[in-house]
T-cell receptor, first 115, second 114 residues
Framework: AQSVAQPEDQVNVAEGNPLTVKCTYSVSGNPYLFWYVQYPNRGLQFLLKYITGDNLVKGSYGFEAEFNKSQTSFHLKKPSALVSDSALYFCAVRERLTGRRALTFGSGTRLQVQP | DGGITQSPKYLFRKEGQNVTLSCEQNLNHDAMYWYRQDPGQGLRLIYYSQIVNDFQKGDIAEGYSVSREKKESFPLTVTSAQKNPTAFYLC?????????????FGDGTRLSIL
């Protein structure tokens, strides 16, 4: 079975500071990993994904994520936060080649960037 | 513009009533999905379909039904058997059932009980 944990319900950062949103996963084999962002009363927007290769993945809006196989983590990062980054962030996993053909999402982390 | 359209945006259900949520996509995607979103619980998979005329149950299929008669349409019916239907429902699609394809989401339908 595949699962995702986002240990923080909310993350608060000041504008201009770096931000990290944490994600750990559990799969039997190798994972495909995704980050999505959700603004109020909207659907999810795709930010980035890890498939294979370089452990540092760059995505939309200046976000990046680091895949760490030994720690089974895929933390989302941004060097300098903007107020407009305030939103709900979801990590998702899918096991390669086996397992069900749909993503499993974490419970979400609310990012609040203060001016 | 290509995308996923969910309708209605808001829906109210009476006791004992079945309601149907619409999801249409013009992205020519093969795979479609329905999720339920409750506060603090993230997204939970209700049903998914990898191809026309085929669909599979997700984690919380009880009280829901779907059909996939056309590639572009994947309606979700919330039946009277679903005792706690109040939630935000999200439809998504992806190019195919390939594992690495990101899903594209509609803007959701918020269902409430009268």
């Amino acid at each position: 079975a595949q699962s995702v944990a986002q240990p923080e319900d909310q993350v608060n950062v000041a504008e201009g500071n770096p931000l990290t949103v944490k994600c750990t996963y559990s799969v039997s084999g190798n994972p495909y990993l995704f980050w999505y962002v959700q603004y109020p009363n909207r659907g999810l927007q795709f930010l980035l994904k890890y498939i294979t290769g370089d452990n540092l993945v760059k995505g939309s809006y200046g976000f990046e994520a680091e895949f760490n196989k030994s720690q089974t983590s895929f933390h989302l990062k941004k060097p300098s936060a903007l107020v407009s980054d305030s939103a709900l962030y979801f990590c998702a996993v899918r096991e390669r080649l086996t397992g069900r053909r749909a993503l499993t999402f974490g419970s979400g982390t609310r990012l609040q960037v203060q001016p | 513009d290509g995308g996923i359209t969910q309708s209605p945006k808001y829906l109210f259900r009476k006791e004992g009533q079945n309601v149907t949520l619409s999801c249409e996509q013009n992205l020519n995607h093969d795979a479609m999905y329905w999720y339920r979103q409750d506060p603090g619980q993230g997204l939970r998979l209700i049903y998914y379909s990898q191809i026309v005329n085929d669909f599979q149950k997700g984690d919380i299929a009880e009280g829901y039904s779907v059909s996939r008669e056309k590639k572009e349409s994947f309606p979700l019916t919330v039946t009277s058997a679903q005792k706690n239907p109040t939630a935000f429902y999200l439809c998504a699609s992806s190019i195919g059932p390939g594992e690495c394809q990101p899903q594209h989401f509609g803007d959701g339908t918020r269902l409430s009980i009268l």
